[in-house]
Each structure stands twice: as C-alpha cells, then as structure tokens.
C-alpha cells in the first residue's frame, strides 16, 4: 500500500489536511459555519466547470477562485442586504451546484470527472495537491494557533473581543479566507458533497470526551488524523470511494466516543423536563 | 480654550450632543453625560431608550452620526478601551464550545498565550485569586456553556477586572438572573467600586437596585430627561418624563427604598 506512489501522496495529504480540518473545525462547528462551509464546497463545483470550459487541466485553482468569490458574496450579501442568512446560503449553494453541472454536461468528455469531484478519488492527488497540502497546512496550522486566543474570545462574544483590542471584522474575514482554501483543497480526498463532514465529526468525537477547549483541540487534530489515514487506508485496501471511506471512519469514531461518555455518566440524551 | 474648558479634569465619561439614528429610528437625539470618576451611575429608561446603544457607543461598538464621547479623558479608541472593561448581558456561547472558565479568563491575559500548552502555575494562582474576588473559587475548571446565568455573570466580572480597569461598564448585567442573584450581584458590584476605587457605568431595569446601590441616575429617552442622585430622579415627575405619562413609583410592602414603576 505505500510502495504506490499516488498512495504515498494521498495518504500525506489526508495526513495534513485530516488534522488541520479537525482544527478549524472546532471553530467552524462552535460558530455554525457548517452549513456556510456547505455552501463553499458546493459553490467549488461551478469553478471546477468554469475551470475544464477555460481548457484547464488542473482546476485547483479556478476551483479556489470561485469558492472564494462566492464566499465573499456571500458575506457582503449578509452585511449589506435584508435577506436572510440561511436564504443566501441555499440560494449560493444550489445556484452554484446547478451552474456547475449545467456547464459540465455541455462539455463533452467530462461526465466521468462529475463522479470524482462530488465523492472524492485518491488517483486524482498529484505532486502539486501535496505541495499545496504542505504550505496550506503550516500557514494556516501556524495562523490559527497564533491567533487561538482572540478567535475563543470572539467565538464566545464578539463584542466583548472588540472591546478587548481584537481585530474583529478582520480575522473573521480571515477565518472565511482560510476555511475556503482548506475546503477547496480536501475537496481532492473528500468529494465537494462531504467535505463539510471533515470539518464537522472530528470535533464532535472530540467533544464527547473534551472538558476543555484544549483537550477538544487536540482531540479533533488526532480524529481528523486518524479518520483522514484510515479512510484513504480502506479505500486503497477495499477498493472504495474515498471521500465516503474517511466519513465512514469519522462516524466510527464518534460513536466510539460517544459510548465511551456514556461510560463516564455524561449523558448524551438531555435530560427531560418534566 | 473653549476645548480645554469642555473636557473638565475628573470625569470618568463625558459625551456632548450624541446623535445616532439605527435604520429609520432616531434612538439618541443629542444625549449629554457626564460621569465623574469613582461614581456608580446607572442607566435606566424604558425599552428602546436607547441604554443600551448609549453603552454600545462608548465602547466604540457603534459610531454616533454626531457629537464627542470621551472616555477617562480620551476619545474612544484601542488605546483607551485597554482601561476599560466591559460586561455584556450574557454570552453568546454554543452549548457545544467547551471553554473552560480557567480558559476564559486566560483570554483576557496577554502572558498567557501559551494555555493551550501549560498549565502555568503563577497564571493559574492569579486566576484563582480573581475567581476567589467574586466568590466563585470552585468553578475554576468547570465548562462555561454549564453554568447559571449568575454564575456567568460573575465569571465576566473576574474577566473583566484581570488587567485592573478604571472603568467598568455593565449592560443589564442581571437580565435572566433570579432576584437573590441579582441582590448578592450588585451588591458584590458596591463591594468592587469600593475596593478598586473604579468608576462604573451600568444599564437597569431594576429601580430597587439602583436606587439602593447607584451614586447617580441618568434616566434616558432618546435623550436625558432627568439626572441626579436617585432620590431626585425617582419620583413621579422624572420618571413620568422618561417612561410616559402612566407611571408612578408605588411603595409596597418591600424594604425601604424599593420602588417598582406601575
């Protein structure tokens, strides 16, 4: 299994990115971004249709482009308009993923790539995705640790992090930034349809046994590690779907840990009021 | 000269003709203040007064279309909200962030940026002792998205004293606090004033409250209708002036000084 060339560089990205997701994840679920990362990886399948229409062989970055844009907008629409926030997510998220395949069909030649994109394939992570993974991971990984104190603060309030010196507006238009390249990149190992799962189960298995802030960051890296090696594991080893193999394995492990908190007597169930 | 004359030596707050319209409501139209320093002045005024906003705007959190605000002498800035702590209604928090209130209160401290790696033993010795201030010793490693609304609120008060501030503002710090909370909560607020010598600045409903812990009321109505010591403001004429026309402080059969609006 590692003697592969393509497996050796899968296996060191999901290696990098499974443990960084697990990161930004903690702050992704913490703040409900979910659905907004949602929408970003959805919104990257109309720039990987943009992208084969421009004669693009690798669409990393017309992907990434789009993906940004579409974040972007949707922020401004947020700030700037009345519509409801879910409103603009859905409208982003559908508009983008009906553009993308409107676009891809009339293009001959690439019904094929549809299938690797919304679920993810190992075969498809070059030399370049590897690279890519590697400064992405320390650049981001170093920004999000400098920065851990002021995005726990603005996560349990903002106001009281503004009053506290914190650049605000300017490290949430960051963490956008940031969440949309990591995104853009496991899109590669996850498939655009459940890329968000990464960002989303590693920090709730974590949550289940975490009784601190850091004892959930640690926790989430090593799920996010564990399901990111083991999924691209299964898939060489059973011949699967990649994406859906590291989901499998994520789920695995939220459960383990979910039994494990039942051990403990913390309840998972609330607690009914009579 | 005019300039020097306005900014008068010893005022904790000093905001002149303050104007801010939210959307298409005018909420304060030309609102002055003067705060002296060391005093505890309450806000209060009926919902949509515009308390609220009047705080939001000495923190720099809501830029007034006109007027000055100056805050322990200085226009509203970083550089002077480092001498300012403030405590919100209540956090925002998910009940699945697990901070922990040892956690929290790091956040507040610039030495302590390492708490993700260490446990620091004069770090945790001086949040202990803070915790301790405000009675809450025990709860040093307990999440916070567990506690009670009283418990949080004196968790936010040990936050917000760590870098010792000249001024404390506090909006309705006891919305969705039970009434002994909210007694032992003020009066802890008295205790601090006194200990720290601080000025504080806080936004009310409770007129028992402030008529028992205030040095100074403003009653506020998109502007300052009435101000003074709580015994010139609260009877009949000013608060008619700042709640309508129906409104009479009634006397019941509470302790002394315990006034309700009807």
Known sequence: ?274 | MAEIRFHRAGLAVEVRGLHLRLGDTAVLRGVDLHVPRGAIVALIGPNGSGKTTLLRCLLGLEKPDSGEIRLLGEPVGPKVLQRVAYVPQRLQLDRNFVLSVREFLCLRLKSARRWMWQGHRQTDDLLRAALADVGIEALFDRPLAGLSGGQLQRVLIAFSLLTGPELLLLDEPTAGVDNPGERSFYELITAIHQRLKLTVVLVSHDLSMVYRHATRVYALNGVVCCEGTPEEVMNADSLRQAYGIHVTPYHHDHPPGHHHVH
């Open chain 1, 1 to 274: 299994m590692f003697t592969e060339a393509y497996m050796q560089r899968a296996l060191i990205v999901a290696l990098l990115l499974g443990p960084l997701c697990g990161l930004i994840g903690v702050f992704v679920t913490a703040r409900r971004m979910a659905f907004f990362s949602d929408t970003i990886s959805h919104a990257a399948l109309a720039g990987i249709a943009v992208g084969f229409w421009l004669g693009f062989s690798d669409p990393t970055l017309p992907m990434t482009l789009v993906s940004l844009g579409v974040a972007v907008l949707m922020l401004w629409l947020k700030e700037r308009t009345e519509l409801l926030t879910d409103t603009i997510m859905a409208l982003l998220l559908s508009g983008s993923v009906a553009f993308g395949i409107v676009v891809m069909s009339l293009l001959k030649g690439f019904r094929g790539e549809l299938d690797r994109y919304l679920f993810g394939d190992i075969l498809s992570v070059g030399p370049t995705d590897v690279a890519l993974a590697g400064v992405v991971t320390f650049v981001v990984g170093g920004w999000v640790l400098w920065n851990l104190n002021a995005l726990a603060l603005i996560t349990a309030h903002e106001d009281l992090a503004h009053v506290s010196g914190i650049p605000v507006r300017a490290l949430n238009y960051a963490f956008v930034l940031i969440l949309t390249v990591v995104v853009a990149l496991s899109i590669r190992l996850l498939g655009i349809i459940l890329v968000t799962s990464l960002l989303v189960i590693p920090p709730a298995a974590a949550r289940n046994l975490a009784r601190n802030l850091r004892q959930e960051l640690v926790g989430a890296v090593a799920a996010g590690a564990i399901g990111g090696f083991g999924g691209v594991a299964a898939s060489f080893l059973f011949n699967l779907p990649c994406g859906p193999s590291i989901v499998l394995v994520c789920v695995t492990l939220f459960l383990t840990t979910l039994a494990a908190r039942q051990q403990r007597r913390t309840p998972f169930l609330r607690p009914r009021v009579p």
